[in-house]
Structure formats: C-alpha cells, structure tokens
C-alpha cells in the first residue's frame, strides 16, 4: 500500500513541477484529498509556521526592492564584477553568493546575469562557466542565510536554544569552500570562445558583434532617494535575528506553561516568531522613514513571486507531511538502520526530495523533520542541510532558464538528455563538496 501512496505523492509532484508557478501547491491538495478520502490517513497540521516566514520575509525584501535598495545593492555588485573582468569565474558566482546571503532571495540574481554575461563575453571567456556557478551560488545561500525561509525553517524544527547560530556556523564556511570548488570545477569547461566554432560563426555577423563588445557599464546608476536607508534598516534586521538566534537569553521568557504557536512549552519565544516580528517590523520601518508606499510594495516582483511560493509550500509539504506522518513506522524501519550506520545516507534522500519540490524551504520542512525522527544528531542533519538544493537537476527552475536566457553566446545550454546541462557538473560537485565540509565543520564546532 505504501508504495501505491508513494507513487500518488511522486505523481502529483511531477506533474505540479510541469505546471510551474502554484502548480506544487494545487497539485499536492489534490494527493492530499486522495490520500484523506481513499487511504484515510489523517491529516498532519499545515505548515503554516514557513508559511508565515516566507510571508514576513518576502514582504520586507519587497519593502526593500520597493525602497530602491535591491537596485542599490545590485549596484554595488555590478561594480565588484566589473573591477575584476578576467577573474568573473570566481568573482561572479562569489558576489552573487553574498548579495544573495544578505537579502535571502536567490531571485535577485537575474539582475546580476545579463552583467556577468556580458563581461564573461567582452573577455573571451566561455559565459557558461560564471553563468553556471552563478545560479548554484544563488540558491546555496539559502541555505546559509539568517533571512531565507528555508534556513528559518530548519531552525525551528531543529527548535533548540542557538541553532541558528550552529547553522550559520557551519554552513556559511562549507558553502565557500563548496562554491570555490565548484568554480575550480568549471574553469575549464566547454572551448573557450575564441577557439569555439560556433561562436566564431556567430562573430561574422557583425550586427551581433556589435552587440557582444558595446560597452554597457559607463551609465551611472541613479537610486531612489531611500535605496541606502532601506539597505540599512534591512541589515538591522538581520542582525537582530542572527542575536536572537546567538544568544537566546535575550529574548523574553514567559515561563513554563501551556505551549502554542508562538511560544514554546518552556516559555520562550518560538524563532519563527521573532523572524516575523523583525522583518514585518522592518518593513514598516522602511515604508515609514523611506516613504515608500504600500502599494508600491505589493507591486514589486517579488510580493508577487511570495503567492506562488506560499501556495506551493502549503499544498506539497501537507501532502507530503501527512505521507509521512501515515507511513513514519514503515519508513523508520527502512531508513532506521542504513540512517544510523551512515547518517550522510540520508541526504541523498533530501537531495532527491528537492529535485522535485523545486523549493528549499519545502524540502526542509518535508525532509528534515524525517531526519529528527530517524534519530539522526542535529550536527549531522546541518551538515546534510545544503543537500536541499538540488533544484537545478532538473533545468526548469526560473534561474536556470534566466542564465540560458541572458547568455547570447549560447554557451548556456539544456543538453540533448536533458540533465547533461550546463549547471549540473558544477552544482554536483558544489553540493557534495558544501556537505562534506559540513560534516567536518559541524565535528568541528558543535
């Protein structure tokens, strides 16, 4: 029976990642009344916890876009890769990482492609390789970043006094090492473009050689009065969480009593909560002192881009919680055993899971609660955290299509296969490079 229900869940993640968009979300309703109605599984609650995180998050990196200070930091890394032309293999993926570390989005990076692009272009230097490792970068900063949903998500399931704090520690320095591997990895990979044929084809054309060497990149930027304030507040925030999560003694405690959704049994506040109350408090900071309107907020495209991945969220991770929580004895006695032997086993359960999911935080609140219950440490699981990245193997997620896109070599490129494309030697090597030193960070430092 287990298998016929897996088989349900895997379908409607197929065919909901086919859909794109809210396709997850729809999709994993329809599994989950299958599974109400015809299995009679009850129900786990929804997550509404990530819900509401990647609700307060978006809304005050909208409040920031809105302000002028997304463009404001694009800016400041457009500069950065241009200083260094001949290096933006490295300095390009390693700028997208920490401007995408900083805002918790990986969706800011297509202001950033079209610029490495050109300048990977302008050098002779094969645009595939910084193009790639750009987007890699982009989304495993996810995992490191005290802004993003999905590392507030696996705080919270982890749900002990500084995780965030053990989380930051070792993810932040393995997903470096990981993303210069992954550059290494890259460096030479493909022809380079003056010994490329087909480049050397498309050269003769001299409207489109135009286009590849004009210089782009003398216009000054012009920000909106607020870009740097936004900035600002934006970074307090973030500060504040990072202390909430380093030092829980700070945070009020109300005593041993009867827990709910904001406060644990113990009293303290929940780190999803004080996540919601910085950011939407930030927010308003940033409307307030910026006098950026609300309506401009909700018509930045990241407000918009928040719908879709809140109802993705919803339906996939119900569905999938409630799987789980229906079939927790059968999948404990499967994994039980190979988890507690070789914990490292189970990411590639992960990883497999967020091929399909297309979502980080969706795969962390799906998988990792899992690794709780196989009693695998909560080193370990950080360790394995990155492994939720995996959304690139399968070339139809909205960065991977941006950086093919912008790429008017047409060195970027989905192979004949399909998954022998130009991100996956690159985010292989990153994703199991960035575990790895997980592990030896976390044996490290916890």
Request: charged share 10%; net charge positive.
């Amino acid at each position: 029976m287990i298998w016929i229900e897996f088989a349900i869940m895997l379908t409607a993640i197929l065919v909901g990642s086919q859909m794109k968009g809210i396709g997850l979300g729809v999709m994993g309703m329809v599994a989950l009344m299958i599974f109400i109605l015809v299995f009679k599984m009850r129900p786990t609650d929804p997550p509404l916890d990530v819900m509401l995180i990647i609700l307060s998050i978006v809304t005050t990196a909208a409040a920031l876009q809105a302000a002028g200070g997304l463009d404001y930091l694009v800016g400041v890394a457009e500069k950065i890769i241009r200083s260094k032309p001949s290096q933006i293999v490295f300095i390009g993926p390693f700028t997208v990482f920490f401007l995408c570390l900083f805002a918790g989005t990986s969706h800011i990076v297509y202001s950033l492609l079209p610029i490495i692009s050109e300048v990977s272009a302008k050098k002779r230097i094969r645009p595939e390789r910084p193009l790639s490792m750009s987007v890699i970068a982009s989304h495993l900063a996810l995992t490191s970043s005290p802004m993003s949903a999905a590392t507030a998500a696996m705080t919270a399931i982890l749900a002990y006094p500084g995780a965030q704090k053990n989380i930051l520690m070792v993810c932040i320095p393995a997903s470096l090492i990981g993303v210069f591997v992954g550059c290494l990895s890259v460096l030479k990979m493909g022809k380079d473009l003056d010994k490329d044929p087909e480049f050397q084809k498309k050269m003769q054309d001299p409207a489109f050689a135009a286009d590849i060497d004009k210089d782009s990149g003398s216009a000054e930027r012009k920000y909106k009065p607020g870009a740097k304030t936004s900035v600002a507040i934006f970074g307090i925030a973030i500060l504040l969480i990072i202390i909430a999560g380093a030092f829980p003694q700070l945070i009020p405690s109300y005593g041993p009593g009867e827990e709910n959704f904001s406060i644990t049994e113990n009293g303290t506040l929940r780190m999803g909560t004080i996540i919601e109350i910085v950011t939407l408090s930030a927010a308003a900071a940033i409307m307030l002192i910026t006098k950026t309107s609300a309506v401009d907020v909700t018509k930045a495209s990241l407000f918009n881009s928040m719908a879709s991945a809140v109802v993705s969220v919803f339906g996939v991770v119900w569905m999938a919680a409630t799987f789980m929580h229906h079939n927790e004895s059968s999948i404990k006695h499967a994994l039980g055993d190979i988890t507690t032997q070789h914990p490292w086993t189970f990411a590639i359960a992960v990883f497999a899971m967020g091929m399909l999911t297309f979502s980080q935080a969706a795969t962390t609140k799906t998988m990792m609660p899992l690794g709780v219950v196989l009693g695998i440490p909560a080193p370990q699981l950080i360790a394995m955290f990155p492994a939720v990245n995996s959304d690139f193997v399968l070339p139809g997620y909205p960065t991977l299509l941006a950086a093919i896109n912008f790429d008017k070599t047409g060195s970027t490129h989905i192979g004949k296969f399909v998954v022998n494309h130009s991100f996956m030697r690159g985010g292989l090597i990153t994703i199991a490079v960035t575990i790895a030193m997980g592990f030896l960070f976390a044996s490290l430092l916890l």
